[in-house]
């Protein structure tokens, strides 16, 4: 029988798989390639080809979907085909046949087990052929493509990982440790170190491929290196994974440093002033400490509920003896056990001897005031002071002191009824005793005053209003000035007629003159006098109110002023030169 005639026979065969066929199709070929023939063979075969394998190609499905099967584990191969009424046959390894149906439609299922004999890696597939009525012949398809099963009496090996993924983890504290299997399993075991025996086991749900095991309040004799393993038993048999990589976990006492921070920021500040140091931890503590350096005793000590993780030290008072570098760190407990975290960073506190300055303010803003006048001087200071002095630029001895109470911050000094010496340059400064000793703060800005002689100019009015009375009727002439509190006095000047005078105690703003004359038309000013420090101070005269007295029959005696008569004078000179 010819090659053609062979594998013609062959894959007409029901018994003969097509893997088969072709290789015996392959033999034949080497002789017809030694006689030349083989370009006709080729096309032979492409011919009936397409004759042999009308029908479409089966697909083929796995259930449950796994790459990797243990031994005696049941499995569903699914052969899909579009035809009804067909045979289909099951194959492993290509031509290996382990299962045929006759007569079925559209699909095929075939449960399988392996077992040990099969360890290895496995190609499962299937074909189906159909009898056509019409024409009485058989019709065959392709195999389907293969699924690849690789059957293992190892599980695959899992993956682990840690949460926190560091492994970092302080005493009292917990870890999660996950491991993933590729396989489903229904035991998780964790081991620690190179030990055989696990520490933590756990029941897996055929749904679960991933196992979380949580270890907590921890101690420093859990550190070490975990991995995990996986097994699932099958008719009595156990089945185990190897173990997987290792993770390592380090317990450890907290004693990361603090974090550390100061207000003010740069620390420089006076005797007697305030510092806030504010120190974080990463957990809770049961109390802090603040170190000075070089000083092994804690410098101060703040008791905490447990639960804090901030706490501020608050330095009050302090003295250039406490000038320093500082740091803190705190006290914690886990598991009974109480230890001290490292120190954090250093701040530095620089106190000067010297008091905060002062500042200083006068009132009225501008400094400037007229003699007699009183001005308000005002100092402060951030630190209460028990003494305060106010200072003239070059005097040698204070201008006034003031004792102050612990609640003031602020002292005033009113100067009263003030003299043009007494102008210049004011400072402030104050003292005070902290912890036993007497510091002085730096003078203040200098402030300047000046106290001017030139007073207000006074001011007259007269009554009525039009200065024109008949004769025998008095006139009200009103003169105003600024009189302060120490008194002074008021005068009337009669152009060419004895002056009048009036003292006033008090503020007194005003005074009034009543004045009975002859008959004419008089001139009148007016001025005033403060009394300062028993001293007579003088204002300028007021502008000058003319005053008419009318006779009986309206006629008045009109008072000319030399300056006028010498005007009128020169005036009628000019008319008679004109004219001439």
């Known amino acids: 029988m010819s090659c053609m005639a062979q594998f013609k026979c062959c894959s007409q065969s029901e018994e003969q798989p097509e893997n088969y066929c072709l290789q015996t199709l392959w033999d034949c070929s080497k002789s017809l390639m030694q006689m030349g023939v083989l370009t006709t063979l080729l096309m032979f075969v492409a011919s009936l080809d397409a004759q042999v394998f009308a029908l479409p190609q089966p697909t083929m499905t796995l259930d449950p979907p796994l790459k990797i099967i243990l031994p005696g584990e049941e499995f569903l191969l699914t052969c899909h085909f579009p035809l009804t009424r067909c045979n289909v046959d099951f194959y492993r390894n290509y031509t290996d046949p382990i299962s045929s149906f006759v007569e079925v439609s559209h699909v095929a299922t075939f449960q399988n087990r392996e077992d040990r004999k099969s360890i290895g890696h496995n190609s499962y597939m299937c074909k189906y052929q159909k009898f056509f ?91 070490g290196e975990y991995s995990c393993s996986f097994a699932k038993t099958l008719q009595g048999t156990e089945y185990t994974s190897s173990r997987s990589d290792t993770v390592k976990l380090n317990v450890t006492y907290d004693i990361s440093k603090p974090t550390i921070h100061m207000e003010p920021a740069f620390g420089a500040i006076s005797v007697g002033g305030r510092v806030q140091i504010t120190c974080n931890s990463s957990s809770p503590s049961i ?32 003295v250039p003896a406490e000038s320093g570098k500082f740091c803190c760190s705190f006290v914690k407990m886990a598991n009974e056990e109480v230890y001290e975290t490292l120190c954090s960073n250093f701040v530095n506190i620089v106190v000067t001897a010297e008091l905060p300055k002062p500042t200083i303010s006068v009132v009225p803003a501008s400094g400037v005031v007229t003699v007699g006048d009183s ?14 002095h106010l200072n003239k630029k070059y005097g040698k001895t204070p201008v006034a002191t003031r004792q102050v109470s612990d609640s003031e911050v602020s002292v005033t000094y009113k100067m009263r009824d003030l003299e043009p010496k007494e102008s210049g340059l004011y400072a402030c400064h104050c003292l005070a005793t902290v912890k036993g000793a007497v510091y002085k703060s730096p003078p203040s800005d200098f402030m300047e005053i000046n106290i001017t002689d030139i007073l207000p100019t006074a001011r007259i009015s007269v009554h009525p209003p039009s200065g024109v009375v008949n004769r025998g009727n008095t006139i009200r002439l009103t003169c105003s000035g600024s009189i302060l509190s120490s008194g002074g006095w008021y005068y009337l000047h009669p152009v060419g007629e004895q002056s009048l005078s009036r003292s006033v105690a ?69 008319i008679i030169l004109l004219t001439e």
């Open 506 to 574: 008090g503020f007194v703003q005003f005074t009034s003159f009543h004045v009975l004359t002859r008959a004419g038309t008089w001139k009148y000013k007016c001025q005033y006098a403060r009394k300062v420090n028993e001293t007579k101070h003088y204002s300028p005269t007021s502008e000058p109110v003319l005053v008419t007295v009318r006779d009986r029959n309206g006629a008045s005696n009109v008072y000319f002023s030399p300056l006028y008569l010498f005007g009128f004078v020169l005036l009628g000179s000019l």
């Open 375 to 388: 001005v308000q001087i005002n100092c402060s200071s951030n630190y209460p002071c028990q003494t305060s």
């Open 133 to 223: 009525d019409n024409n009485k012949t058989w019709e065959y398809s392709r195999l389907s493509e293969p699924t690849e099963i690789i059957i293992t009496d190892v599980i695959p090996k899992p993956t682990i990982s840690l949460e926190p993924a560091s492994g970092a983890v302080t005493v009292g504290g917990e870890v999660q440790i996950n491991c993933t299997s590729s396989y489903p399993s229904h035991i998780a075991r964790l081991y620690k170190n190179n030990s055989r025996i696990p520490i933590l086991t756990k029941n897996v749900s055929d749904s679960d491929q991933t196992v979380t095991f949580t270890i907590e309040d921890l101690e420093t004799l859990d550190s």
């Open 287 to 318: 109390a802090s400490h603040l170190y000075k350096k070089y000083v092994n005793k804690p410098f101060d000590i703040h008791n905490n509920s447990g639960s804090e993780w901030s706490v501020t030290f608050n330095m009050q008072d302090l």
